[in-house]
């Protein structure tokens, strides 16, 4: 038993309903109790589909419990075929369904259904939404592309593209992207899957002469199957960042036996490499960021990071444990301690400890950030329905790149606007607790002295609120918000512990150094 108050994955059977959502022609039967509809708010509210999705759901009751489940599992089997006349079937059960142990792979099959009916077992108390859309997707290609006679010939500039589902994080702009990419590198893109494609698409997956992986946590068993079976190449670069789009296009290159570009072949073909350059963007550099998200998207934002932004990345995680080692990997090459957790209390003390200046995250991250009033922007699922804009806003490719560059660096504060407030923090108008100045005529006056008002004080590193009013002198009170707001109160709890062990009754500035001094030794 773990609690848990927020999850970063849903359970399994929610990643296969992502293969389902994403395919044409493919229904899931799923063997649930009533309430699991809830899954379908995920499509049509989040990823604002049009439709549900495709899933039929036996929403059984306490009161079947008693009786068969195994005949309303059935009994729905049935309606599905005769209602949705899909291609295939996919039939499994959800956590709860898992426990009544009624075999929905062996129930749909002495049904005699006429279509293929591929099995899922998802082991739902181990394993969770990434693991589940990867083992269905894997499945419905080994149900649907073995035993296929290669072509005698096959184009070695074609390929497939795998790995782009439902309630992916961008993945609608990415597709779009990648796909025009390729084009303009003379590749013909033959299968998308599983979106967009249907059963018989993924039958002719292995007509192509090479797979690319745009998301390694769906797709990978998948293309290493028709690796082992059919000797398919895999393009495993995953095109985020201008580093990585360039290796990307360098590996697709060489997959589809095209000699390599010149270096500088494609320079300008992005915006992200001038504007990084260009002089307002020094004031980037070395910045501290925390990444935290799924494990592509985070080994990805951690290169553009550093190497096209100039920022330090202070720590990388992500809450997938099936690609740790890539994580350890990447994290080793950063000088940072890996984070391999799917705790959110647990990222949020390490965001505390890293002290970035800039959060990069999911949702959750987020929340932790406006908490802790850092900047942050969202570069991984799970995400919530503003991360999936009406505008064009891929992650990969040269265009995904600017889209990057925009959204890391729009939260921070503007290099003049930093240093303005720095300089002039004790103004009435920039001090910590002036409002906005374009609400000025509606905005309560600020104090004339914000340090000499008592006023309760919250702390990122956990400290409870203390009243300031005693004790500290307003110079000492002003110095003290110099201190980052992380740290603030630990060094307000030290300076008044060191000023109570010497009995000193009145904290000036000269005692705030001291304590500083002291502890530091
Ligand atoms: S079956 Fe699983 S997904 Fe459905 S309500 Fe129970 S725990 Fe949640």
Known sequence: MKLAMWTYEGPPHVGAMRIAASMRGLHYVLHAPQGDTYADLLFTMIERRPSRPPVTYTTFQARDLSSSTADIFRDACREAVERFRPEALIVGASCTGELLQDDPGGLARTLDLGLPVIPLDLPSYQRKEHWGAAETFYQIVRAFAANRQRPETIDPLSCNILGPTALGFRVRDDVTEIRRLLESEGIDVRVIAPLGASPADLARLPDAAFNIVLSPEIANPAAQWLKRTYGMPIVSTVPIGIGATRDFLAEVRAAAGLPPRPLGAQAGRDRLTWYARSVDSTYLTRKRVFIFGEASHAVAAARIATEELGFTVCGLGTYMREFAREIRDAAARYGVEPLITDDHLEVEDAII??????????????????????????????????????????????????????????????????????????????????AASHLHPHAPAAPASAAAQPVRDESADGATAIDVGTGWTADAERELKKVPFFVRGKARRNTEAFAASRGIRSITVETLYDAKAHFAR
């Not at 009406?390 to 921070?412: C, K, T």
């Open 353 to 434: 400890a890293a002290r970035p200046e800039l959060v990069l995250g999911t949702q959750m991250e987020r929340h932790v950030a406006k908490r802790l009033r850092l900047p942050c922007a969202v570069i991984s699922a799970p995400a919530h329905v503003q991360d999936f804009p009406a505008r064009y806003a891929p992650q990969m490719g040269y265009e995904g790149a600017n889209v990057i560059f925009d959204s890391w660096v729009h939260p921070l504060m503007m290099g003049l606007e930093e240093h303005l407030l720095q300089m002039f923090r004790s103004d009435f108008e920039f001090n910590d607790h002036a």
